[in-house]
């Protein structure tokens, strides 16, 4: 599947995060992808294939 995001977009996973909200912005891309909390402001750097598997949708680029 051809995933469309880039840098500042807001994404939705499929899992939330324990804060409660599955929203999340990407603050980095390359061989990894850093994504932050829109509600706590945590941030998680993942591999982008584990990345690509988790992702929902992107909601806005």
């Not at 840098?7 to 409660?20: D, F, R, Y």
């Not at 599955?22 to 294939?49: F, Q, Y």
């Amino acid at each position: 599947m051809n995933h469309k995001y880039q840098l500042g977009s807001i994404v939705i996973m499929k899992k939330p995060h324990p804060c409660g909200t599955n929203e999340w912005e990407i603050t980095r891309v390359g061989a990894d992808i850093k994504i932050k909390c829109r509600h706590c402001g945590r941030t998680i750097l993942l591999p982008r294939i584990e990345f690509n598997k988790k992702l929902k949708k992107v909601v806005e680029l």
